[in-house]
């Protein structure tokens, strides 16, 4: 932690063209990936805003993970398959699911009879 505390991070990030605000009565926040959430209840959070984009600083005590039964495949790699092995996108995240994200054995497994 830095020396000075609070008003020297405020100066800093005054400098850095940062604006920093908590945000108040946060309920949850929760982290999608591919293969899992990750469920924050009542965390601390605050943003840091800049003239292009936003960075979200998420502070909690405890956190619950959930691996998702059915993964999340990007839409690109849909697209890819759809593309590739000429079928619908049910079809290819059908064959997604069954090669656990393996594009290439995907496309093989649409393409070979």
């Known amino acids: 932690m830095m ?3 609070n008003r020297q991070m405020r ?3 005054d400098k850095m063209g940062l604006d920093m605000e908590e945000i108040p009565n946060v309920q949850e ?3 999608k990936t591919d293969k899992k ?3 924050i209840s009542k965390p601390s959070v605050t943003e840091m805003k800049s003239k292009e984009n936003s960075i979200f600083q998420v502070i909690a005590e405890s956190f619950e993970e959930k ?3 059915v ?3 990007s839409e690109d790699d849909i697209m890819l398959v759809c593309q590739q092995a000429n079928c ?3 079809k290819a995240k059908d064959a997604l699911a069954e090669t656990k994200g393996d594009i290439a054995q995907a496309i093989l497994r649409l393409t070979s009879g």
């Open 3 to 5: 020396r000075g505390g």
């Open 11 to 13: 100066r800093m990030m």
């Open 29 to 31: 926040v929760i982290i």
């Open 37 to 39: 959430e990750i469920i």
């Open 67 to 69: 691996e998702l039964e």
């Open 71 to 73: 993964q999340i495949f």
């Open 88 to 90: 619908d996108e049910e």
